[in-house]
C-alpha cells in the first residue's frame, strides 16, 4: 500500500510557525519585554547606576535651603531692650547686634544681603529654577532625537556638576545667581532620563522596584543636605559645593563607562545591532538577535529619523490628543510641584531648626515613595494623583488657617501637605511616561518637569516677601494645587497597559480603548 503523503508539509508548517512567532511579538514592546522580563543583576546594576544621578540632583536641588539660607542672630547690648524688643535686626545699627555664626557661613551675611528686598534674596534659588526650566525646552529633545537617554544623561549631570564647583567661587550675588541659573539649565533633564531610562530598561514585573529605586535616591539626596550642612556648620557656604559637587563628577565618569543606552530607544533609531548587544549583556541566559527586533518593529521613517532635533517636539504639538494630553500634565505638574518644592524650600520660615525642618521634610518622603508601587499596582494613576492632591492642598490651607498660634501643629500639616505631594508628584511622573509613545516620550515628560519647574521659580521670592507672616504662603500653595489637580480629567487612565512607541500606535490603541471602553 502506497504511504499516504502528510497533510501539511514541512516548509509549510515551518512558515506557519514563524508567522505564528511574527503575530506573538508584533510589538518591540512586547518583543524587549518578552526577553527583559525577570530583572537580572546586570539590570538592577543599571538601574542603580543611573538612579545615582538623582541623588546629586537632590543636593543641588536644595541646597540654597542652607547656603542662601538668613542666619541667626543676637543682641550685642544685653542692656538695650530696643534691641530686645525688635524682630527686624535692618532696623537697628550694626553696633547693636551679630550673627551667631561666621558671616561666611551664609551668602546672605557674607554679601549683606539681609536688609535687601525679597527679589535679591529669593533670586540665586529662582534662578535655578528659570535656568531648569530653559533647559528643559532647549536639551530634553535631544534624548528622543540623535544624542540619546546616554549621553544626555552624562552631559547634564556632568555640566551640573562642574558649574556648582565653580559656584563655590562666587564673588557677589549676581555671579553667584548667574552660574546657579547655568547649573539649573544642565540639571533639565537629569530626572527625566533617569525615570524614562530606567522605566525602558525594565519590564513590566519589575516596574514597582525601578520606579522606586529612582525616587529613593532624589530623596537621599536631599536627607544628606542636612547632615552636610551640620557637619559644615560654621564653615563657608563655599565648602557645601565643594562637598556635593567632586562626587557627582566622580560619578559622572564612572557612569559614562557602564551605564548603558536604553535597547527601545536604539531600536526607535534603527540601531538593532547595539540594542542587540546591550540586551544580550542584560540578560546573557537569552540569545536574541537583530533579526528578532527587526521583525518587531520597523525603524522610524526618513521624516522622523532625520537629525531635525526638534521633530518629537513636532510630533507632539501636531497632533491634538497629544498637545491636550500635554497642556494637561503641565498644569498638573505646576500645582503639584509648587507646593512639593515649597515646602522644601521654606522650611526655614518655620522659625524651627533649619537642620532638623530638612530632615524631617525628606524623610517623610521616603514612606511616600515605598508606597509607590503599591499605589501603582492597585489603584488607578487619576484617582491616586486626585487624592494625594487634594489631600495636600488642603493640608497647606489648614497650616494657613491655624497661622502662628499652632506651631507645633501647623509643622505637622506642612509636613502631612509635603508628604501627599510627594506621593503625587511620583505618580505623575510615572503617569506621564505613561501617556505617550516612546519617539516622544522624553520630550513630553521633560516638557512636564519643566511645568514642576515653573512654580518653585516663585517660591523663594514668595517666602522671601512673607518672611514675618508664612501663612500666607500655605494658603496660595493650598489653593493652586487644589485648582491644578482637576485637570486630571482630560488625561486618559493608563494603568495596566503596555507602553506604544510610535505616535500613529498610541492613536490606534488609545482608539481602541475608547471602543471597548
Known sequence: MATSAPLISKSQLSSGIETLDHQEQHSLDDTIEKYIEGFGPAQYLQVILVSLAFLFDGQQTFISDF????????????????????????????????????????????????????????????????????????????????????????????????????????????MYSGLRFVSGLFRASIGTCVVVMSTEMAGKKSGGFVRVVGFLFFALGALSLPLIAYLNRGSPWRYLYIYTSIPAIVYCIIAYFFVSESPRWLCMRGREAEAVAILNKMVPTKNISSSILKSAYKPLDHEQSNLDIYSSMKSLLERRWALKRLLAAMTLGFGVGMVYYGMFLGVGSLGFNIYLSVTLTASLTIPSILLLPYVMERFNR?????????????????????????????????????????????????????????????????????????????????????????????????????SCIFFVIFLPETRGLSLSNAMDEQEKKDNTNAYVS
Open 67 to 174: 547656603s542662601d539660607a538668613v542666619p541667626s542672630w543676637h543682641c550685642t547690648d544685653f542692656s538695650n531692650q530696643t534691641c530686645y524688643s525688635s524682630s527686624n535686626f535692618c532696623n537697628l545699627s550694626n553696633s547693636e547686634w551679630a550673627w551667631d555664626e561666621p558671616a561666611s557661613s551664609s551668602i546672605v551675611s557674607d554679601w549683606a544681603l539681609e536688609c535687601g528686598g525679597s527679589v535679591i534674596v529669593g533670586l540665586p534659588a529662582s534662578s535655578y529654577f528659570v535656568g531648569s526650566l530653559i533647559g528643559g525646552f532647549t536639551l530634553a529633545t535631544l534624548a528622543d532625537s540623535w544624542l540619546g537617554r546616554k549621553k544626555l544623561l552624562f552631559l547634564t549631570c556632568l555640566g551640573m556638576s562642574t558649574v556648582a564647583l565653580i559656584t563655590a567661587f562666587s564673588t557677589n550675588v549676581w
Open 382 to 482: 487619576r484617582s491616586s494623583v486626585v487624592a494625594f492632591g487634594i489631600a495636600s492642598g488642603v493640608c497647606s490651607i489648614v497650616c494657613a488657617i491655624i497661622g502662628e498660634e499652632l506651631k507645633t501643629f501647623q509643622i505637622i500639616m506642612s509636613l502631612a501637605s509635603a508628604f501627599c505631594s510627594c506621593a503625587a508628584l511620583n505618580v505623575l511622573q510615572i503617569y506621564t511616561t505613561e501617556l505617550f509613545p516612546t519617539c516622544v516620550r522624553i520630550s513630553a515628560t521633560s516638557m512636564f518637569r519643566q511645568a514642576i519647574n515653573f512654580g518653585p521659580i516663585l517660591v523663594p521670592l514668595l517666602v522671601s516677601a512673607a518672611r514675618r507672616n508664612n501663612s500666607v504662603v500655605y494658603g496660595v500653595f493650598g489653593s493652586v494645587e487644589i
